[in-house]
């Protein structure tokens, strides 16, 4: 069982920046794919950014050149700076750690993990 946990929610203004952290229990942190969710109020939880073990990263469209996720392995701690907020950012952003095993002869199974959430307002 991996143990997530976000930090560094809050209420910011139009234009402003955050940084979340998200921690993952566990001696293969290197290995997760580490990812952001939000969940707006109405709205279905969306991607926002991911990092995979080799650093390798994908950004949602709707946060490219704002958003930017990075890791720290040593720290087990992800992290997702957040600049230029805008309103429409507001939502309760998730973390996510994904343990793939891979199986002799092909095949992978994917476990996800999921924190409790940390809210983010963008409002003046």
């Known amino acids: 069982q991996v143990q997530v946990a976000e930090f560094g929610g809050g209420m910011v203004q139009p234009g402003g920046s955050l940084r979340l952290s998200c921690t993952a229990s566990?001696?293969?942190?290197?290995?997760?794919?580490m990812g952001w969710y939000r969940q707006a109020p109405g709205k279905q939880r969306e991607l926002v950014a991911v990092?995979?073990?080799?650093?390798?990263?994908t950004v949602a469209d709707s946060v490219q050149g704002r958003f930017f996720i990075d890791r720290d392995n040593a720290k087990n701690t992800v992290y997702l700076q957040m600049n230029k907020l805008k309103f429409e950012d507001t939502a309760a952003y998730y973390c996510?750690?994904?343990?793939?095993?891979?199986?002799?002869?092909?095949?992978?199974?994917?476990?996800?993990?999921w924190g409790n959430g940390t809210l983010v307002t963008v409002s003046s």
């Open positions: 996510n750690a994904e343990l793939v095993q891979y199986f002799e002869g092909g095949g992978a199974f994917a476990t996800d993990y």
């Open positions: 566990g001696s293969r942190f290197n290995s997760y794919i």
């Open positions: 990092i995979r073990g080799d650093h390798s990263v």
